[in-house]
């Protein structure tokens, strides 16, 4: 069971006194978890109750979560979940007023990230007008090698799969695609992303072991994959969505499952390809029946988007994406934080 318990004073309470209910309580009263956010959950909250108990019970290469608590209230918390085989998404972090706390529940995530060999990289996702995320960027970026950095916003689109799905066309063929050693796609991705986030996605060398990850999550009792759909265009790769699954919202805002649109930037007719994409992502998503699809454009192809079946909600989301130094781990973070 991976949850840590980062507030030394707290001598009596265990790790295996924590359990989902306490967590969903601290997320409940920190209003993270608000009469909006409660609305979108809706559909999936049977898939929450019975997945997180086993998500809380999976080792820490899988995920983690890092509190602080003062007899059995949750106080502070951030946690973490493996999302390919090199990059953790850092996630959730909530406080009942308690910043303190929440520093250390950062160092303690960040030590977490240090020990384990294979997490190469660290992300997180944040609205773009939080400033809280904004400043810990900051901070980070300030201590740490610029080149092992990458900051970037896009569209936050979503859609119910299931009703949209059946009453769209997609216009040009859509087909899957191998994700390992596939020279065209790494080249687009190299191309879109840059060569950072191109790595920490796992796309274009034999190592990034897809399968492998989702075999590990399987063996948990927990469902995880990606797929990779391709569209071209004058016989090259034009565009590919990147279909991530999750057998239940890890993430509140569904990112766990989120689906990413990449066009290479020389590709022609980029609004078609586009649009293709998002309505074969959103077919993929409607055969796991799953009821909330969202999804990640870049601002100039939320149009596009739109037009393939999903619905623009006014936000975006920033990924910030920061590389391991070597043997030290994530040092220049510790440094950050503290």
């Not at 997490?119 to 995320?133: D, I, K, L, Q, T």
């Not at 063996?219 to 239940?248: M, N, P, Q």
Request: with cysteine; aromatic share 8%; proline share 6%.
């Amino acid at each position: 069971m991976a949850v840590f318990i980062t507030n030394g004073e707290n001598t009596t309470q265990s790790q295996h006194d924590v359990d989902f209910a306490a967590i969903w309580e601290h997320y409940r009263l920190a209003r993270f978890l608000y009469p909006a956010k409660l609305e979108r959950l809706r559909p999936v909250m049977d898939r929450i109750s019975k997945g997180w108990p086993a998500l809380l019970a999976a080792p820490a290469d899988i995920f983690h979560m890092h509190l602080a608590r003062r007899e059995k209230m949750i106080l502070s918390s951030v946690c973490a979940f493996r999302d390919t085989e090199d990059t953790y998404v850092i996630q959730h972090a909530v406080s009942q007023g308690q910043p303190q706390h929440m520093i250390e529940c950062l160092l303690s995530i960040t030590s977490t990230a240090s020990r384990d060999p294979n997490a190469r990289f660290v992300s997180m996702y944040f609205r773009p007008e939080s400033r809280w995320p904004v400043r810990l960027v900051r901070a980070v970026r300030e201590s740490h090698p610029p080149e092992l950095t990458s900051l970037t916003t896009r569209e936050y689109l979503t859609c119910d799969p299931r009703s949209a799905a059946a009453t769209l066309l997609v216009r040009s063929p859509v087909e899957e695609l191998e994700v390992e050693a596939n020279p065209e796609l790494s080249s687009l991705a190299v191309a879109a992303l840059g060569s950072l986030r191109a790595t920490a996605a796992g796309i274009g060398a034999s190592e990034h072991n897809l399968k492998r990850l989702t075999e590990r999550y399987s063996s948990l009792g927990l469902f995880r994959e990606r797929k990779a759909l391709g569209v071209t265009r004058d016989g090259a790769l034009a565009g590919i969505a990147l279909s991530h699954a999750s057998g239940f919202p890890m993430n509140f805002s569904f990112l766990c499952g989120r689906k990413e649109i990449l066009v290479h930037p020389e590709a022609p007719d980029r609004a078609n390809v586009v649009r293709d994409l998002a309505c074969a992502a959103m077919r993929e998503a409607a055969l796991r029946k799953e009821p909330v699809c969202a999804l990640l454009v870049d601002p100039k192809d939320m149009p596009a988007a739109v037009a393939g079946g999903f619905s623009a909600t006014g936000k975006q989301y920033s990924n910030f994406l920061w590389g391991r130094e070597g043997e030290k781990g994530y040092e220049s973070t510790t440094i950050a934080f503290e």
